[in-house]
Every structure is written in C-alpha cells, then in structure tokens.
T-cell receptor, first 114, second 115 residues
Framework: AQSVTQPDIHITVSEGASLELRCNYS??????LFWYVQSPGQGLQLLLK??????LVQGIKGFEAEFKRSQSSFNLRKPSVHWSDAAEYFC????????????FGAGTRLFVKA | GAGVSQSPSNKVTEKGKDVELRCDPI?????LYWYRQSLGQGLEFLIY????????KSGLPSDRFSAERTGGSVSTLTIQRTQQEDSAVYLC?????????????FGDGTRLSIL
C-alpha cells in the first residue's frame, strides 16, 4: 500500500537560510508526487508536482523538489527562506492503480526566525 | 467564486447535536473530496465523489457521518449526534476529473468544535 513519511514534525530555520523538508514514500511504481503548503486558517495550496521526466521540479514561491527513485524520496528545497514561508508543508503521493486516492503525509511545520 | 468555498468557517455546537458542513467546489470540477484534519495531524480521507458514480465512503469513521452531493456540485457533510472527538477542521477539495494525477484545490475548511 502507498504511504508517505515526513520524518520531521517541525523545523526551525533562520530567515535567509536554506531549507530542505524531507519526504519518503512507499509505492511499487513511479508515483505522482505533490507538495502542498497550508498557512494558518487556510486550506492547502499546491506548491509543485512530479509525474515523470525531469526529476528536479520547480514550483511556486521559489520552491523546488527532487525525485530520487533510489531513495524513494521527494524532498522540498528553497535556497533562501522568507518569514512568510512559515507554514505547514504536506507531501502527498498518488498512485495510478485505477483508484483515486492521494495519501498525505502528517506534515512538517516550518518556523522561521528573524 | 474562483475557488472552493466552505461554510461555515467555524462551528461550535454541543455534544449530541447534528451539524451540516457545506462545500461549493470549483465550477466544472467533477471530483470532490472531504478530509478531516485533527489538531497537529495530517489529512484523514473521509469520502470522495466523482461525477455520477457512487461515492467512495471508505474513509467515513462511523455511521454518524454521511455526505451527499446534489446535482454534481455542492456537497454537504453531515455529522449526527456529535462527539467531542469529532472536533477538527473539515477540509473540502475538488479536482478537475478525479484522476490521481490531478492536483486538488482546497477550501479554507470548517473548524468544528464540540463542547
């Protein structure tokens, strides 16, 4: 069965520092991979997605993620964090098994310090 | 509107009461999802509607939970005889055609508090 693990419950980085949020998935074939961001009191917003092709995908707000099949990972990165990036980040995986479900990780809360 | 709309944004009710949560998806989106997000938790899938097909109710936690989608558009999630453990944020999402590769567009959720 598909699963998604986000090992870090929360992370604190200084403004201007680089960021990497980890995501590991479990699925037998190449999955559909997503990163979403949730600001307080709001729903989830799609940052980026990976289906196939180039393993480094660019998203909105300066984020990127790299798909590494050998490590079953899809880590999210940003070279320089802004205070407005403080939010909860969810990794998600969908499998084209004829079903529809997208499985979400438990989320990583990002704190940004001045 | 352009996005997924949910109402009410907040709901406080007494234990044992019934509640109805509403979701208005993006126009033209045939797929609609309900999720529950408890404090500090990820998203728990509840139910999925796709077009005129029978909904997938496999995520509903008990028979106190039900949902319907009228006319392929607006959906209502109903919780009967609410319990304190039902307190959570209920998120609705829609996607264009329900294929797993389609991103989901989320509403801002309904924060439900059971006293």
């Amino acid at each position: 069965a598909q699963s998604v693990t986000q090992p870090d419950i929360h992370i604190t980085v200084s403004e201007g520092a680089s960021l990497e949020l980890r995501c590991n998935y479990s699925y037998g074939a190449t999955p559909y991979l997503f990163w979403y961001v949730q600001s307080p009191g709001q729903g989830l917003q799609l940052l980026l997605k990976y289906f196939s092709g180039d393993t480094l995908v660019q998203g909105i707000k300066g984020f990127e993620a790299e798909f590494k099949r050998s490590q079953s990972s899809f880590n999210l990165r940003k070279p320089s964090v802004h205070w407005s990036d403080a939010a909860e980040y969810f990794c998600a995986v969908g499998a084209d098994t004829g079903g529809f479900k997208t499985i979400f990780g438990a989320g990583t809360r990002l704190f940004v310090k001045a | 509107g352009a996005g997924v709309s949910q109402s009410p944004s907040n709901k406080v009710t007494e234990k044992g009461k019934d509640v109805e949560l509403r979701c208005d998806p993006i126009s033209g989106h045939t797929a609609l999802y309900w999720y529950r997000q408890s404090l500090g938790q990820g998203l728990e899938f509840l139910i999925y509607f796709q077009g005129n097909s029978a909904p997938d109710k496999s995520g509903l936690p008990s028979d106190r939970f039900s949902a319907e989608r009228t006319g392929g558009s607006v959906s209502t999630l109903t919780i009967q005889r609410t319990q304190q453990e039902d307190s959570a944020v209920y998120l609705c999402a829609s996607s264009l055609d329900g294929r797993v590769g389609q991103p989901q567009h989320f509403g801002d959720g309904t924060r439900l508090s059971i006293l």
